[in-house]
């Protein structure tokens, strides 16, 4: 082989922790610290957002899902709410005027759960002592003198009538019904018909006229008697009056002295007690009666309307509240107005209003997941709306949207002071920023977590204290020092990158409660290095049965891959399957044909759409490289195209272009390339190879197929060398390299990978601007010129014979 590029060094391909960084046996040795780390730019906007008061400074707190944005938002909210003291308590009460639109009271925290107390005690002192006053002697005895007096009025009323008959021979009689006039007789006898026809006509017709006198005259009395009564029943309601006031007032009084202080409940008592005595006959003993009949409304009970709704009771509260509302939905947001079915009708009184997350979190902080609250109808705007009129307006969504008619509750308004914590993924937050153009007045703060931390002294220290901190919040074994070891470098595989370490809290987390399973099953007291190596390949063994399958079908020869020997235009590239929080290397053959033609490519992933824009993209730029590089002057000759053997799915990336590219050269120059290697990168129009994803698993992927198939000493993975920091194989992978079975060869140019796989030197350009001779882009060049020069002969006109 002509190249002289070496492979990577085994202490490359794996940055071991060194023990001793570390000066603990166990992590029982280690202090607790905050489980968040490296997040200082996040905590510092959590900060802010919540030190402004100023409207619209709410904060989205954005990162990839288990970074540990929750945990971190409450431990900083924790620290806030500390600081300040619980808020107001909020309670609905009846409006006595008008019903269907009940009254907010605050008042001071804890003094809300007292009020709604001394409410249902009042009302029950005076269930006990209205009825007693009206039983009393004095009010017996003057509601008994009112109406003895109004009888004697009306008695005295038609004794009088009665004697002025009698003046006249006419007697009053009372029928079961009414009255009526009879004429009487010398003995004072009622007349009978025959004596009365006895008598001659002058006697009857006065007789007559006097009856009808008086008749007018007791149907003018009989006027006058409910107007009588009506006064009479004015001056018992006066009286009942009076002692309601006196049997309410005092109670009433007293209570309204304990809460003086607070002019809007000193109020509602005054109309507590205003309506108590126009209602006072509703503290009298009833007897039982079934309250629901067929065709009877059903009415609340009588002191349904005393009662106190505390809506948020913050009397067991030191500091402002902390709300996660996991289900923000419209009703669970704003609160909700309850119904009950009563008679085939629905009902609903003030006792029914249910508080919402913003009502518990009113005074502090409320945490909202950002993605379940957009999938919630309406949340969204809900909470919008009621953070640019800083108020609480209880309305129920079908009231809102105009679906339903009937009516309903319309409670007062209660302000809103509340700090909002969006929890999402970035793709939300930019979403948002960009379609809602009212997102950004209304969250002015964003909290970006980082994925990752350095890998430097202090940031292993500091790991190792978060991991016994993890330990003994969750309750499990003490860890090892070589355990934490593993730990670590296991982070440094999962955040890509050989100098830093993942800041995933839920895959940390899961991973030592995983280990520390395994330690019970094998009896260990702290969880060492094998539980967690333990607990990582079974990670892995759960989720790789698609990756078992693929290797199958390569090492059975369904899927055609070559990993020895050479081929012309044909390369063995890298790619990358995601499956959920699994991801695995597979190789793929690339395979690449020219010929004459008017330089146009052919990416057959594109032709048939499983072609994506980047693979297009990068397809663009090695086609553009080649005509700098070698049709500089002339025109480019040749057609090419290119695919993914036994590809039946979309194919998105560029980090095949610089396979790609060595395939079509190959086909060019008409030189084998080596199987035994497999080509990662992507390329610039330059040449120069530029770094991509998934450089472990694209390795350990094709490691995996050579040692199924069989390792010969020639296999390897040629990658960027801006990839080398990415490294952290597995151990077998390294132990491979150290015993010189395989190999990986890190590239900065095309033409490095070229003289890798074709084992001919790539040549540069010399002073006359041409390639030496018997190197490979000479070889390349000659055949692309030989080719133009063909499109020339083929382009002329044939001469006709003379």
Known sequence: MSSHLQPLAPEQLFKPCDPNQFDFTTTEELADTSVIVGQERALDAIRVGMGIAQEGFNVFALGPTGSGKLTAVRESLAREAEQQPPPVDWCYVNNFESTAKPRALSMPCGEGSRFARDMDQLIEELSVSIPATFEGEEYRTRAEEIEEKAKLRELRAIDELRAKAKQMHISLVETPTSFAFAPVDGNHETMSPDHFEKLDEKQQHEIQENIAHLHQQLQKLLRQFPIWRKETKEKLKNLNREFAVYAVSHHVEALKSRYDRLPAVVDYMERVEQDIVLHVEDFFPKSEVNPVLLGQIVRSPPFQRYKVNLLVDHGGSKCAPIVVENLPNHGNLIGRIEHQALMGALVTDFSMIKP???????????????????????????????????????????????????????????????????????????????????????????????????????????????????????????????????????????????????????????????????????????????????????????????????????????????????????????????????????????????RLGSGKFIDIEREIELGGPLHSKGVMILSSFIACRYARNSPLSISASIVFEQSYGMVEGDSASLAELCAILSSLADLPIRQSL??????????????????????????????????????????????????????????????????????????QALELLMGKPAGMLDESGQFPFDSLNGLIDRRLRDMSELQKKWAQPEKQPE
């Open 356 to 594: 919402g997350a913003l009502h518990l979190a009113n005074g502090g902080y409320l945490i909202l997941d950002a993605r379940k609250l957009l999938m919630q109808p309406y949340a969204w705007e809900s909470l919008k709306r009621v953070l640019q009129t800083g108020e609480i307006r209880i309305e129920s969504l079908e009231r809102t949207l105009s679906l339903i008619s009937t009516a309903s509750l319309e409670p007062e308004p209660i302000p809103l002071r509340v700090k909002i914590i969006l929890i999402g993924d970035r793709f939300l937050y930019y979403l948002l920023s960009i379609y809602d153009s009212e997102f950004r007045d209304l969250f002015k703060i964003s909290a970006d977590f980082e994925e990752t931390i350095g890998r430097d002294d202090n940031g292993m220290a500091l790991y190792a204290r978060v991991i016994a901190s993890l330990a003994r919040r969750e309750g499990l074994k003490p860890l090892d020092r070589a355990a934490v070891m593993r730990v670590i470098e296991h982070s440094s595989r999962l955040a890509e990158d050989a100098e830093k370490l993942s800041s995933h809290l839920r895959s940390l987390n899961d991973l030592l409660k995983e280990a520390d399973y395994w330690a019970s099953q094998t009896k260990h007291k702290l969880i060492e290095q094998a539980d967690v190596q333990t607990a990582i390949d079974h990670q892995i063994h759960r989720s790789d049965r698609v990756r078992e399958r693929i290797y199958e079908a390569i090492r059975r020869g369904t899927i055609l891959i070559e990993v020895k020997g050479e081929a012309v235009g044909r390369i063995n590239g890298l790619s990358v399957i995601s499956l959920g929080d699994f991801a695995f290397g597979q190789p793929s053959r690339i395979t690449a044909n020219t």
């Open 678 to 751: 497999a080509v990662t990168g992507s390329v610039n129009q330059h040449g120069w190879v530029q770094p991509i994803g998934g450089v472990n698993e694209k390795i350990e992927g094709f490691f995996d197929v050579c040692q199924s198939l069989g390792l010969n000493g020639e296999q390897g993975v040629i990658i960027p060398v801006s990839n080398i920091k990415n490294l952290m194989l597995r151990r077998d992978v390294v132990e491979a390299v150290k015993s010189g079975k395989f190999f990986v060869y890190a590239v900065e140019t095309v033409d």
